[in-house]
């Protein structure tokens, strides 16, 4: 794959990624408002699994207490995945908000081929619902370093 051809499918997995996420967000504000995420940190490393097909992206999230949240992420490299840490729109799977940094474990399944150690892009995002304060989802943008 050229240089070209991995910034189209970067752009067109992102894009993905934003509408999923945003369907998640429409998902969620039919059952109630969705809350603002204060905070979403990555960590700078992933592990590689099932030889290579599964990359675990984890890191940090903040919601108000008493609200919910799921986080999903998008991983490209030579391959491109996607995984949510629950199901979108499966209310009683998402954990809840303590006020504090909660750690996350995200499970990004490669869509075609498999992850190698190295270099990698991910987008990450995070929503939270559970007060009337209208909607926002929360994205960082990292380099990540596949290890095994």
């Known amino acids: 794959m050229n240089r070209h051809q991995f910034n189209q499918s970067l752009y067109y997995c992102l894009r993905f990624a ?52 799921n986080v999903g992420a998008v991983v490209v490299q030579a391959t491109i995945g996607l995984g949510t840490l629950v199901p979108v729109g499966d209310f009683s799977q998402y954990p809840p908000c303590s006020g504090s940094k909660e750690t996350f474990a995200v499970p990004v399944q490669a869509l075609g081929g498999a992850f190698n150690t190295g270099p990698a892009d991910a987008r990450v995002s995070a929503i939270a619902t559970g007060t009337p304060t209208g909607s926002q989802t929360k994205q960082v943008d990292v380099k990540l370093e596949l290890i095994n």
């Open 18 to 69: 934003r509408g999923l996420m945003a369907l998640g967000v429409l998902l969620v504000a039919s059952k109630a408002a969705v809350a603002d995420v204060t905070f979403l940190g990555v960590d700078k490393q992933a592990k590689l699994t099932n030889g290579g097909t599964t990359v675990t992206v984890t890191g940090l999230v903040a919601c108000d207490d008493g609200q919910i949240y």
